[in-house]
């Protein structure tokens, strides 16, 4: 469906991909991954708009392929559609548009042109399923267990809410490549969740980029990984493609350092040979010489370049004071009363908590529910009292054209000019959105070692569960606390057979551990961490 061949493109400010292959096949289900900056963006317009880049060698792309196209950020229409109508819409324009060209048939002097526009519309609706979009938007609906929004407005829907639907109507209209580009990003736990049935339940092929390790641990069969400008492509699921990506680089490491064992004493033959021929300055020597040397020169060809391990050089520390005094301590965070509505519409109503010095918190809850906004406002009132003490971190960070970051680039920059400031507190909105799997583990990490107070608004259940002492969940307009433990358990009992949580954690203290062996050139402890065989 979708092939590159000998691919190279980069600006002028940064190559990007050198001389890379791989394949999209009907049916795959491929996940594209990539530390952020890598490309995965750029790829996939490439994709969809060969036409505008200059590159070397081949893009091949199935003829008249139907792409359908899910970006980073959807934009929320207002209009007052029930979702079913939302979802039927492009299907009720087809059948329209087909009832009117037979009306036309009828009393046309131009009969050829209009059957030729007929016949179109005709395999337009044959394409999409549109004769069955009824019946077919109620199994989508029932699949991600959302039936129940059949008739809710548009415009009430939250934005979480609305991108779900926008992938459930492209994934109705059967586009042959469906690719989406961070889907999960803001999607709160229930709508992630319906998000995993979807893109399981789809039949057709897709294209994914995702940082979320839910989404990467429950979906895909396929990996593509862009890595020091190449493309690793994997016919597997992602931890089938991380335990072999494991093993492969050990055994690349440790073939390089047996060849350079090799070369060296291939070096020292030569030099003696070299010396013997200066001293006899027998023509026999000479011929060995030259014989060894070509060996030499067409084996160190034969090597090629270094494996390669990336450096996920992250490395977040938040400050909390600039100086040793003692009395600088961190912010109690209270919260009294607080009550959020909009228009006549009301969200929470006399909240009420209170966040100890020192402490991290979560604010979790459903897309919808004023958790951003709230936080806003906390901060806004905090501004006021403790002016430059309180550090935010915005959910959403508009792009910088001149810079031309990537969202993740984006988010990454901000966190590091939260580091490079003091705070008593920091007030977190969605902060692992976008950022690649490295950077949320450093990220994590430092909001845990954090000496000062954090509130913390996440639909990221891995930075909630690592990072948070204590849960405020908003439901039903009021705020319900739980310990991270029991919001944990509650997860695992509705959602999951397993404990993902702890594998994942497993599989990155895995990837961590075998990474800095390698780098350390201890190529047997690797193994044993992998479970590979010893090297005979």
């Known amino acids: 469906m979708v092939k590159f061949e000998n691919f190279s493109f980069g600006f002028p400010e940064k190559d990007l991909y050198e001389n890379i292959n791989f394949e999209i096949k009907m049916g795959d289900h491929a996940v594209l991954i990539g530390s952020n900056g890598s490309g995965k963006s750029t790829l996939v317009d490439l994709i969809m708009h060969a036409e505008k880049y200059t590159y070397d060698g081949l893009i091949r792309l199935q003829k008249s392929c139907r792409i359908g196209y899910v970006s980073q950020f959807v934009e929320h229409e207002t209009s007052e559609l029930s979702v079913f109508d939302f979802l039927a819409a492009p299907f009720r324009t087809l059948m329209e548009k087909s009832d009117e060209l037979c009306a036309k048939m009828s009393d046309s002097d131009d009969l050829d042109k209009i059957y030729e526009e007929y016949q179109k519309i005709l395999d337009q609706i044959e394409a999409v399923d549109a004769y069955n979009y009824e019946s ?3 199994k989508e609906l029932a699949v991600a267990g959302l039936t129940d929004f059949a008739e809710m407005p548009v415009s009430k ?3 979480g809410e609305y991108k779900l639907f926008f992938i459930i109507r492209n994934m109705l209209l059967k586009p042959q490549l469906l690719i989406m580009d961070e889907p999960d ?4 736990f229930e709508n992630l969740t319906a998000l995993i049935k ?8 897709i294209l994914t980029i995702t940082h979320n390790r839910l989404l990467l641990t429950q979906c895909f069969d396929k990996v593509l990984d862009i890595e020091n400008k190449s493309v690793r492509e994997f016919p597997g699921n992602f931890a089938e493609y991380n335990t072999w990506m494991l093993e492969t680089k050990v055994e690349l490491f440790e073939h390089a350092r047996d060849f350079d064992e090799f070369l060296e004493k291939q070096d020292k033959i030569v030099e003696k040979i070299r010396a013997i021929a200066e001293m006899t300055a027998e023509p026999k020597m000479g011929r060995q010489l030259k014989a060894r040397a070509t060996y030499i020169e067409r084996l160190r060809k034969m090597r090629g370049e270094d494996p390669f391990i990336e450096d996920h050089d992250h490395e977040f520390h938040f400050c909390f004071k600039e100086s040793d005094d003692e009395n600088v301590l961190p912010l109690e965070i209270k919260v009294e009363d607080y009550a959020l509505a909009y228009g006549e519409r009301k969200l929470l109503e ?7 010095p020192g402490e991290k918190v979560a604010i979790v809850g459903a897309n919808g529910t004023g958790k951003s906004s709230m936080l806003n406002d906390i901060f806004a009132e905090l501004e006021k009292q403790y002016p430059g003490e309180v550090g935010y971190f915005k959910q959403v960070v508009e792009a910088d054209k001149e810079l031309m970051l990537s969202g993740g680039e984006r988010n990454l920059k901000q966190v590091e000019e939260l580091c490079e400031v003091s705070h008593r507190a920091l007030l977190l909105d969605e902060p692992t959105s976008h950022l690649d799997i490295y950077a949320q583990i450093e990220l994590e990490k430092a909001i845990k070692e954090y000496e000062g107070t954090v509130l913390i608004v996440s639909h990221d259940l891995f930075a909630v569960t690592a990072s948070a002492d204590r849960i405020l969940l908003v439901e039903d307009g009021t705020v319900r606390e739980m310990s991270g433990r029991a919001y944990r358990k509650t997860i695992y009992k509705k959602y999951f057979e397993s404990d993902v949580f702890d594998a994942e954690r497993k599989r990155i203290d895995t990837e961590m551990k075998v990474t800095s062996l390698i780098r350390a050139g201890k190529y047997d ?5 992998l479970g590979m065989p010893k090297k005979n």
């Open 136 to 138: 077919n938007i109620g």
């Open 157 to 159: 829907l939250s934005g």
């Open 185 to 188: 990003v803001f999607l709160d």
């Open 198 to 205: 979807l893109i399981n339940s789809y039949d057709g092929t």
């Open 350 to 356: 006399d909240i009420s908590f209170t966040v100890a």
């Open 525 to 529: 402890e690797a193994r044993a961490v």
